[in-house]
Nanobody, 124 residues
């Protein structure tokens, strides 16, 4: 089993920056994907970014160059650097991970088995 714990959420002003971290523990050796999703109140979860163990990464269309995902394999920590934050970025941010994608796209939450409990980001 894998446990994911997010940290770094905070309240910031528009235009500010935050760095979110996700620490994985447990049976992490086989993990090949680390991703960030977010849930705006009243909406479905949406994919923010994903990174593979080999470094390949993707972003949701709304990111538009503002965020950067990284993964320290040795420390089992995935990081999401967020710049140029907007009020519409306000959401609960979740870390997700898996050995392989369980569905046809990383943008689909069902593609990931392991989830953290989330960290709140508020932009005003």
């Amino acid at each position: 089993h894998v446990q994911l714990v997010e940290s770094g959420g905070d309240s910031v002003q528009a235009g500010g920056s935050l760095t979110l971290s996700c620490r994985a523990s447990g049976r992490t050796n086989g993990l090949n994907y680390m991703a960030w999703f977010r849930r705006v109140r009243g909406k479905e979860r949406e994919g923010v970014a994903v990174i593979q163990r080999d470094g390949d990464h993707r972003y949701g269309e709304f990111v538009k160059g503002r965020f950067s995902i990284s993964w320290d394999n040795a420390k089992n920590v995935a990081t999401l650097q967020m710049n140029g934050l907007k009020p519409e970025d306000t959401a609960m941010y979740y870390c997700a991970s898996d050995i392989r994608l369980r569905d046809r796209s990383w943008l689909i939450p069902g593609s990931f088995t392991y989830w953290g409990r989330g960290t709140q980001v508020t932009v005003s």
